[in-house]
């Protein structure tokens, strides 16, 4: 599997999976593009790590729920690289636990921006670059399948809302020769459990997978980039499961 060549813009690869899937991108040869909202110090070592490797990055800060560092972002790649060939978006996250009695439309609303408004935004910005060939890979979440844990229902409809939107875009793109894909991880160790996941739960739901264990960032960057890559060349529309046999579809 070699992307050698291609051009991939990481959007919310600043840390955990994000910053996985851009080193296993370079890795196999991509040029890649970082955009990161609060991780400064990881996203910048990610480059680090990249060069190190003989490969090409950079890091760039970028709210993604903002038309104007959308459009920044994607012309940034365009002059750093020339094109762009793959578009990852790992960006978004869950933002607080809470029940709806207590859920405000404020919250509500930034929820629904940074999973699924900054997806629309980044693709309908990227698209036009693309040609026959190139790949975007999104990010939905088990949630989206059984509703997430207590205080989530927010996060789990933004969620759900990605894996249709992943579908469509199959759709609408795959004339084109443009592939769309999902994934949905289930517990895996990042700072997104440890923020809102209390420890006894993730020993629990990782006592409750088939290989009895939660899953790491580079073992999910690892699918990112076969579904990046012309290896699933005949992969279109579907939201993948990486979770350990905690749910089978």
């Known amino acids: 599997m070699t992307m050698k060549g291609k051009v991939a813009i990481v959007a919310g690869g600043g840390r955990d999976i994000g910053r996985a899937s851009a080193i296993e991108l370079a890795s196999k040869g991509a040029n890649v593009v970082i955009t990161y909202h609060s991780s400064a110090e990881t996203a910048e070592s990610a480059v680090k790590e990249i060069e190190a490797l003989g490969g090409k990055a950079i890091a760039l800060k970028a709210d993604l729920t903002s038309v104007t560092d959308v459009k920044k972002t994607v012309d940034a790649t365009l002059e750093a690289f020339g094109k762009i060939d793959v578009l990852v978006h790992v960006s978004g996250g869950l933002l607080a636990r809470v029940t709806i ?73 795959g004339p084109k020769g443009i592939r769309v894909n999902s994934l949905c991880p289930g517990m895996i160790s990042t700072g997104f459990h440890d923020t809102f996941t209390k420890d006894a739960v993730r020993t629990a739901v990782a006592g409750m997978t088939a290989l009895k264990r939660e899953g790491t960032s580079e073992e999910v960057a690892k699918l990112v980039g076969f579904l990046a890559s012309d290896d699933a060349s005949y992969m279109t529309g579907n939201n993948v499961d990486i979770n350990a046999g905690l749910v089978f579809s």
């Open 101 to 173: 009695d207590e859920m405000s439309t404020e919250h509500w609303d930034n929820v629904m921006d940074v999973n699924l408004k900054s997806l629309f935004m980044m693709c309908n910005a990227v698209i036009p670059h693309l040609s026959a060939g190139s790949a975007i890979v999104t990010f939905s979440s088990q949630a989206a399948r059984d509703g997430g844990g207590p205080g989530s229902v927010a996060y789990a409809a933004s969620k759900g809302a990605v894996t249709s939107f992943t579908r469509g875009l199959a759709k609408e793109l």
